[in-house]
């Protein structure tokens, strides 16, 4: 990934542009820097539950919904339009389904402030607040801290905002935005972030994204970022259960993805799994068949029984476990694919424990042999 920023004819910050002679152009754009930063995290950390305070538009959940460690991911927002804006991008496609998570997601959108404590969002192991302490006012930034660490307590928070000492180098800026309240300069971020980490127990480490120019000199970063860590042992669940009554926020918006943890879901993916590869395996061997009988060899295949059916995807301990597990075969005018040949293939495998299980899944909606050890199909069906 290109971080480097360049001198052009347009400073972008994601939400402005402002044309002018030798300023900084972003690559990638900073916003994106800012959401790769907290892609990273949960790749490191793997938290299984994030909220994102002040999502707006709620690019961010968009960015990280794809991590396969997330179970519960929530969004906060005073803004409902802007929640609303988006939102239907948050839906599973058919993709989601032919080919689902381990694990369950569910996302759930509120309507609220972050200076109110809403139960729902105790016990969570990463908060993020990108670009939202600058929109509150005085009094809101007093009461933040008390309700992110002291009440919601989550094991990890990672707070962004504007560094001032880069505004320089854009052309006649005071404040970025103008919903900003303020805009502080290095010192005075970390002041407040190591006076609240301090009081809460946690630890903060202090970065950025959106390298300054070489010309520059020491401005530090675009976005600086305090990345807080919680000093001790977890929330206990039934010191959070104690808590659970404070129902604040509006839900604008809740999905579930499937998952293999819900059945049906397992049970669809698993038959369209089993059923695309005995067609093809099928496919396959008609057109074996169809070429040794060109080489008037027909004879040669039912003596032998051997199909080989691979294709570039699988490694070499893929390729030994099918080749060792048990052959299609043709009797009369039935193809046969037996279930541990399919269980063999890695994508089936994926989708149930056992032979037996494949077996329970299968059955009502796949046609199995007499004593239900391989699934049967018309040699000459289409
Ligand atoms: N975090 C998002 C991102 O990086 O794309 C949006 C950042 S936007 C600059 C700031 C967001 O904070 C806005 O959507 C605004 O509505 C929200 N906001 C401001 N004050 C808030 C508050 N008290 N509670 C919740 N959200 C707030």
């Given at each position: 990934m290109d971080q480097s920023n360049k001198e052009c004819n347009i400073v972008v910050d994601g939400n402005f542009q402002i044309p002018f002679k030798k300023v900084i152009h972003f690559s990638p754009p900073l916003y994106r820097q800012r959401y790769n930063f907290v892609k990273d995290l949960v790749d490191q950390h793997k938290p299984k539950k994030v909220a994102d305070l002040g999502?707006?538009?709620?690019s961010l959940i968009q960015t990280i919904k794809c991590h396969s460690c997330i179970e519960l991911l929530v969004g906060v927002d005073i803004n409902k339009d802007k929640i609303d804006s988006q939102r239907c991008t948050l839906s599973p496609f058919c993709g989601d389904y032919l080919s689902p998570r381990d694990l369950n997601l569910s996302i759930i959108l509120y309507h609220g402030s972050v200076v109110e404590r809403d139960s729902?969002?105790?016990?969570?192991?990463l908060i993020t607040c990108i670009?939202?302490?600058?929109?509150?006012?005085e009094k809101d930034l007093a009461r933040f801290p008390e309700v992110v660490f002291g009440y919601l307590s989550p094991a990890m928070v990672v707070i962004s905002t504007p560094?001032?000492?880069?505004?320089?180098?854009?052309?006649?800026?005071?404040?970025?935005?103008?919903?900003?309240?303020f805009e502080w300069n290095r010192r005075q971020f970390q002041t407040w972030a190591l006076s609240v980490a301090n009081f809460y127990n946690y630890s903060v480490e202090f970065t950025g994204v959106g390298e300054p120019p070489a010309r520059a000199g020491n401005v530090g970063y675009c976005t600086q970022i305090g990345v807080f860590r919680k000093i001790g042992a977890k929330a206990t669940e039934s010191c959070i259960a104690g808590q659970c009554d404070e129902h604040v926020y509006k839900i604008v918006y809740t999905v579930s993805y499937p998952s293999l943890q819900q059945k049906e879901v397992r049970k669809f993916a698993l038959t369209s799994e089993v059923s695309r590869q005995v067609q093809s395996l099928k496919r396959r061997y008609v057109s074996s068949v169809k070429i040794l009988q060109d080489d008037e060899s027909i004879h040669k295949l039912n003596d032998t029984g051997i199909i080989t059916f691979f294709g570039p995807v699988f490694t070499e301990l893929e390729k030994t476990n099918i080749e060792k597990s048990p052959k299609p075969f043709c009797f009369g005018n039935k193809f046969y694919v037996p279930l541990e040949r399919l269980f063999a293939y890695p994508k089936v495998n994926r989708l149930c424990e056992n032979v037996d299980m494949m077996r329970a899944l299968i059955r009502d909606t796949m046609r199995l042999n007499r004593d239900g050890s391989a699934v049967k199909v018309d040699l000459h069906d289409p």
């Open positions: 999502c707006g538009n709620a729902r969002l105790l016990g969570f192991d670009e939202l302490i600058e929109h509150l006012d560094n001032s000492e880069f505004n320089p180098l854009f052309p006649a800026v005071t404040l970025r935005d103008s919903d900003h309240k």
